[in-house]
């Protein structure tokens, strides 16, 4: 069955600190992963997918079909990148599997 | 970007009354809404798919004549709790999907907080 997991609940890191949030995912298929951020009182938003292979707000992701993750990474943290972390298969048409999620901290 | 509305955004209610809760997209049309449920520091869980003008497909495990969903327009769902109970107190969350080609995106609304009393 699909699946995707995201092993830390909680993730803190200083200010300038290389960060990773993990996910590793199950799909029979060929895979499509995003990355959903959710910020403090704010709605769920598309932070990036794996398909554009871009770079956003310093974050990048890439799809490792071998070990079946969709880490996404960012060298230098910063204190605006405080937030709820979601990694997200995309199953069929709009169908998404959304994992646990891992919430972000970032500290002075 | 998109924009997906939802209203209300917060309601309280008392046990065995029933709430909808419109979702509304307001800049693009959409054929398939989404609705989910998040619970206090847990994921989205997906309760139903929309799809415009026919019945709504509802994931393994959610009752479909508790959650009745209806997406009479490409712009607008509505999901109605019935006989509301306190354990049906939560974060509802919708989104749209867009219409078209290209990349698959789906528009989150800001949520709805129900509380049943």
């Known amino acids: 069955a699909q699946r995707v997991t995201q092993p830390e609940k909680l993730l803190s890191v200083f200010k300038g600190a290389p960060v990773e949030l993990k996910c590793n995912y199950s799909?029979?298929?060929?895979?499509?992963l995003f990355w959903y951020v959710q910020y403090s009182r704010q709605r769920l938003q598309l932070l990036l997918r794996?398909?554009s292979r871009e770079s956003i707000k310093g974050f990048t992701a890439d799809l490792n079909k071998g070990e079946t993750s969709f880490h996404l990474k960012k060298p230098f943290a910063q204190e605006e990148d405080s937030a709820m972390y979601y990694c997200?298969?995309?199953?069929?048409?709009?169908?998404?599997?959304f994992g646990p999620g891992t919430r972000l901290s970032v500290l002075p | 970007g998109a924009v997906v509305s939802q209203h209300p955004s917060r309601v309280i209610c008392k046990s065995g009354t029933s709430v909808k809760i419109e979702c509304r997209s307001l800049?693009?049309?959409?054929?398939?809404m989404f609705w989910y449920r998040q619970f206090p520091k847990k994921s989205l869980m997906l309760m139903a798919t929309?799809?415009?003008?026919?019945?709504?497909?509802?994931e393994q495990g959610v009752e479909k004549d508790k959650f009745l969903i209806n997406h009479a327009s490409l712009t607008l769902s509505t999901l109605t709790v019935t006989s509301a109970h306190p354990e049906d107190s939560s974060f509802y969350i919708c989104?749209?999907?867009?219409?078209?080609?290209?990349?698959?995106?789906?528009?989150f609304g800001p949520g709805t907080r129900l509380t049943v009393l």
């Open positions: 929309s799809n415009e003008g026919s019945k709504a497909t509802y």
């Open positions: 989104s749209a999907a867009t219409l078209g080609g290209g990349e698959p995106e789906q528009f």
């Open positions: 800049d693009f049309q959409a054929t398939t």
């Open positions: 997200a298969l995309r199953l069929y048409g709009q169908n998404f599997v």
């Open positions: 794996h398909i």
């Open positions: 799909y029979s298929g060929s895979p499509e």
